[in-house]
């Protein structure tokens, strides 16, 4: 029987490698551009935010779409198992989650940065309230946690014009991104695919 892991192939290094992919591209080739803010830049400011990392400049930008992009299948089997399921509560967040990610990621902050940052909120929005659902404390206080310590540094950012406050705003952000990754990881471990993943299982087998 071929053995199919719905948590394996959502679960993708695509995503992973996306995210520092990127970050290592930028950092080599448009370093000091990525981290200048509306106040200060190098050598004040030192990290770039994921924004400016996967949305500002080629090629990071474009390496970070890519590989986005090819995480569409994992996720297209996702949504195919849960559509199969029954479970259509599931689907619908899962769907909603996917059209949000995508409403930032093909957005850039370049590209019109009032449409990326609503798209972002939203999806982290969706992200804590599906982690939430899950009860895992730990992990959702951290996040929490997170935020918190996101929304503080951008308000001694952009209030108290704090040179540096930004880069470790940049830095909290990285967490909070690695955060959620592997939350994501966790919610998929608790879905129950049931009869639909067999179905597939059957499908693959059969097509030997």
Known sequence: M???SPVKLEFSP???AAFFGALILNVLYHYESIVQNEWFGYP???MPTVSATTGDHYPG??????????????KGILLYLLFFSG??????IELLHTLLAGSWTFVTSSDNLR????????FVVSTVGRLAATRRRRLLGLMLTELLGMGLLYYVHKVMMVPGAYSVYAV???LFSATA???EYIRLVSLSFGKSEMHIRMQLDGSK
């Open 181 to 183: 990754i592997y939350s």
């Open 115 to 122: 449409k990326h940052e609503i798209g972002m909120i939203l």
């Open 87 to 92: 479970n259509h509560i599931s689907l619908g």
């Open 172 to 174: 909290v952000e990285w």
């Open 2 to 4: 071929c053995s199919l």
């Open 61 to 74: 930008r474009s390496w970070y779409q890519y590989a986005m992009a090819t995480a569409g299948l994992p």
């Open 14 to 16: 695509n995503v992973v």
């Open 44 to 46: 004040q400011e030192w």
